[in-house]
């Protein structure tokens, strides 16, 4: 499974979404981590306009969050993760990949 997109609360959402759709189209899926706030703010702000980039191909994604403990500098500490996977915007059914998340 590939690494996480790593999202700070000063990351250019747009780029990131660049990111994701570029990650999605080769892999059918991404990962994003953010720790804190304004970072999860630009890291869900970059899931939508990532959709945005999608519409002409008639793709869609759907996004599951959860909760992990990361380690930053020594310390533990809480970050999100949204497990992003392409669906077919027609149909609704998720598009093949390589691997399932797994958590």
Same mark, same amino acid.
């Given at each position: 499974? @590939?690494?996480?997109?790593?999202? +700070?609360?000063?990351?250019?959402?747009?780029? =990131? $979404?660049? &990111?994701?759709?570029?990650? *999605?189209?080769?892999?059918?899926?991404?990962?994003? @981590?953010?720790?804190?706030?304004? +970072?999860?703010?630009?890291?869900?702000?970059? =899931? $939508?306009? &990532?959709?945005?980039?999608? *519409?002409?191909?008639?793709?869609?994604?759907?996004?599951?969050?959860?909760?992990?403990?990361?380690?930053?500098?020594?310390?533990?500490?809480? $970050?999100?993760?949204?497990?992003?996977?392409?669906?077919?915007?027609?149909?609704?059914?998720?598009?093949?990949?390589?691997?399932?998340?797994?958590?």
């Amino acid at each position: 499974m @590939q690494k996480p997109i790593k999202v +700070a609360a000063k990351s250019d959402a747009p780029l =990131v $979404a660049g &990111a994701i759709v570029g990650i *999605v189209r080769e892999h059918g899926q991404a990962q994003i @981590q953010a720790v804190g706030a304004n +970072a999860v703010n630009q890291a869900v702000k970059a =899931v $939508a306009i &990532a959709r945005s980039y999608l *519409v002409e191909e008639k793709m869609d994604l759907y996004t599951m969050p959860t909760f992990v403990t990361i380690e930053i500098g020594g310390r533990s500490c809480t $970050a999100i993760r949204f497990y992003v996977r392409a669906m077919s915007a027609l149909t609704g059914v998720a598009c093949p990949v390589a691997e399932e998340i797994v958590h």
